[in-house]
């Protein structure tokens, strides 16, 4: 296969692990707030953008190869793990529509004075590690749709869910200053909110295709 073909190929999976990781990681919280606080003070925002990047790229990476490997023998499980991502993805996405009536901002004066690089990136992990959501996210959830694709492909869809979180975190961090003025506005939550639910929803039923198509 050259060059073109599997370009054709990859890009679909590329453009899903992007926008899935996306919607599950735009929203108003604790470590994106530390994030764009970090970005407002210019303080260490190179390392603190890096750590949650790279975070996220290890436990998507590790999520979809372990997972991939799990269910390599298991087809069933990997199906009843498909319609369970569904059902989340729905869910997500109706709570993401909930919130989209209602008005809401990105709060970042609560969090504290300037701190050493250590001290930043401390709290970057804690964050980003001790929040039991990112597991549920990235590992199981990221992990078990990545591992339904094709084995050559699944590298793509990691390196889609991985580019999501490079992009996010460079925009709070070195877009700061633009983007804060646009998060203390309700109606941009508003907005974002819709597009996030939207998105959870057609993923959701690419899910459920992919499962269709496998019986």
Partial sequence: MNLHDTLLLAWPVFVQGLFLSLGLIVAIGAQNAFVLRQGLRREHVVSVVAFC????????????LGMAQALGERPALAQALALA????????????????RQASTLDVTSLGQGMSRGAALVQAAAFTLLNPHVYLDTVLLVGSIGAQQPAPLQGWFAAGASTASVLWFSALGFGARWLAPWFARPRAWQILDALIGATMWVLSGLLVRHVWRTL
């Fill in 85 to 100: 991502g569904a059902v989340f993805l729905t869910v997500y996405g109706w709570r993401a529509l909930q919130r989209a």
């Fill in 53 to 64: 990047a790279a975070a996220d790229a290890l436990l998507i990476t590790a999520g979809v």
